[in-house]
């Protein structure tokens, strides 16, 4: 039987539209990712790559992305002449939802539901056999509000993650590094929108790691992006491990060893400003040994 002409026509125009609306998201995504990538690169040190792009109505999907400082680590150390985090991103896969396309496209202002970050792996040197440049260091209170771009991201949630901190303390000392694994965070009410901050002053973040694949650690943050003083409050915990599993970084450090014992707990916090912290820290340990090592 053949179609009747009037469904025939508006069968055509919304495979017209169809067409259309995909042909106007590859665009977008072909646009917003060259943006992404000139951003980033003109206001940082670091060089980008991003992997898939694809876009939905009011969501987003990154298949791969990657931030690399733009010298690599030795020269970054030679140029710099002080300490300073040489810090490598990668990340498997970044899902945004909740995206108000109109804000981004039109009033230049970024608000995003939830952004969440799978298989994140990050690599931090330093090298502290450096000068130390002892310059004043914004708290992160005080460098969102510095920044220019507008944005609102409401929730972050971080999954399967890795974070190696490598630390080189002296010339002749190799250096050594702490890993972090199935690290996984939150963070809450992350924004530069003054607005929004009015409304919702305190930014959350939790986050829980292995460290050194056994020791279980948690460690929370609730930052006052209202506080003149950039208030925050720090708190954490690490659960009981073997004291012998600190050597490896112990030893090249500090010349020091633990020769047996278990830490039970360690609990700390502290309350901040850009002037002064106050906290306390309680370790609970049981029969722990330590020895000092011939230089």
Not at 205 to 217: E, G, H, R, Y
Request: hydrophobic share 40%.
């Amino acid at each position: 039987m053949p179609i009747p002409k009037p469904l025939k026509i508006l069968l055509l125009t919304c495979g017209v539209i169809v067409l259309l609306t995909v042909s106007s998201f590859l665009f977008l995504s072909h646009w917003l990712k060259q943006k992404m990538i000139s951003y980033l690169e003109e206001h940082t040190e670091f060089k980008v790559q991003i992997g898939d792009l694809s876009l939905g109505m009011n969501s987003a999907t990154i298949k791969s992305f990657e931030l690399t400082p733009k010298l690599d680590k030795d020269s970054s150390q030679q140029i710099n002449g002080y300490q300073k985090d040489w810090v490598v991103t990668k990340v498997n896969d970044l899902q945004f939802s909740g995206i108000k396309w109109y804000d981004i496209l039109v009033r230049k202002r970024i608000e995003i539901e939830r952004m969440t970050i799978t298989q994140p792996d990050i690599y931090i040197y330093r090298d502290n056999s450096l000068p130390d440049k002892n310059q004043y260091k914004a708290l992160p209170a005080k460098l969102l509000r510095n920044t220019d771009l507008r944005f609102t991201i409401k929730a972050v949630e971080l999954a399967q993650g890795i974070i190696t901190y490598e630390k080189k303390e002296g010339k002749s000392i190799p250096p050594v590094s702490i890993v972090f694994n199935n690290a996984m965070a939150s963070i809450t009410s992350l924004s530069t929108d003054t607005l929004f901050v009015s409304e919702n002053p305190l930014m959350e973040v939790n986050i829980q790691a292995d460290m050194l694949d056994s020791i279980k650690t948690e460690v929370s943050c609730t930052i006052n992006l209202q506080s003149p003083k950039d208030e925050f409050v720090f708190k954490g915990n690490i659960k009981s491990f073997n004291g012998v599993i600190l050597n490896s970084f112990l030893r090249p450090l500090s010349n020091v060893e633990v020769t047996s014992g278990y830490i039970r707990s360690i609990h700390f916090a502290m309350n901040a400003n850009e002037e002064i912290a106050i906290g306390k820290l309680d370790m609970d340990y049981q029969d722990l040994k330590l020895n000092i090592l011939s230089k």
